[in-house]
């Protein structure tokens, strides 16, 4: 399995941005997708996922209401669309994956491939 994350950028705070995470490698099993982020000095914490089983999704208190992440037709993309951006939304976002019926934020164990990570600043 591989992931390509892309998407990142420089934004105002209040504004927004939307990531992808391409995946190939997709044979056999239903699997999960999630998005985490890590900022300078702090772990890499969930910030949302999805399951290919039925879409059920999880996300990070922090960014309820603001962010959605979703999946298309084909399941092997994974977005997550960043609006009302704050500065604490700084950081570089990963894109995870592995078999499993159900997501997960709780932590990047969770998932065994990783995307190469793309970075999102956004300014005050």
């Known amino acids: 399995v591989q992931l390509q994350a892309s998407g990142g950028g420089l934004v105002q705070a209040g504004g927004s941005l939307r990531l992808s995470c391409a995946g190939s490698g997709f044979t056999l099993g239903n699997f999960a997708f999630a998005w985490f982020r890590q900022a300078p000095g702090k772990e890499r914490e969930g910030v949302a996922c999805?399951?290919?089983?039925?879409?059920?999704?999880d996300y990070a208190d922090s960014v309820k209401g603001r962010f959605t992440v979703s999946l298309n037709n084909a399941k092997d993309t994974v977005y997550l669309q960043m609006n009302s951006l704050k500065p604490g939304d700084t950081a570089i976002y990963y894109c995870?994956?592995?078999?499993?019926?159900?997501?997960?934020?709780?932590?990047?164990?969770?998932?065994?491939?990783w995307g190469q990570g793309t970075l999102v600043t956004v300014s005050s």
């Open positions: 995870g994956a592995d078999i499993w019926d159900e997501c997960s934020i709780k932590g990047p164990y969770y998932y065994r491939h």
């Open positions: 999805i399951a290919s089983t039925d879409g059920s999704t």
